[in-house]
């Protein structure tokens, strides 16, 4: 796995599936403030008891769905 992610968990509702939100800090480009850029990806749960707003570290693996492509690898505490 190359690309490993942290994240809050956001949803739970889909078999096998967590939806896990991505928060990172980018400057703006004229003012140079740092905002704040969310994006969400659903990732493989893998029989792990997990609860919504846990935080969590993903993985990239091979493409299981039409766009889930993301493992729990962990749960960070």
């Given at each position: 796995?190359?690309?490993?992610?942290?994240?809050?968990?956001v949803?739970?509702?889909?078999?096998?599936?967590?939806?896990?939100?991505i928060t990172?800090?980018?400057?703006?480009?004229?003012?140079?403030?740092?905002?704040?850029?969310?994006?969400?990806?659903?990732?493989?749960t893998?029989?792990?008891?997990?609860e919504?707003?846990?935080?969590?570290?993903?993985?990239a693996?091979k493409?299981?769905?039409?766009?889930?492509?993301?493992k729990?690898l962990?749960?960070?505490?």
């Amino acid at each position: 796995m190359q690309k490993k992610l942290e994240g809050n968990i956001v949803s739970l509702k889909m078999a096998n599936t967590a939806v896990v939100e991505i928060t990172r800090k980018v400057a703006h480009p004229l003012y140079k403030k740092l905002m704040k850029r969310s994006k969400k990806f659903k990732a493989d749960t893998a029989g792990l008891n997990l609860e919504v707003g846990q935080k969590v570290k993903i993985g990239a693996i091979k493409k299981m769905s039409k766009d889930k492509y993301f493992k729990v690898l962990e749960v960070i505490k």
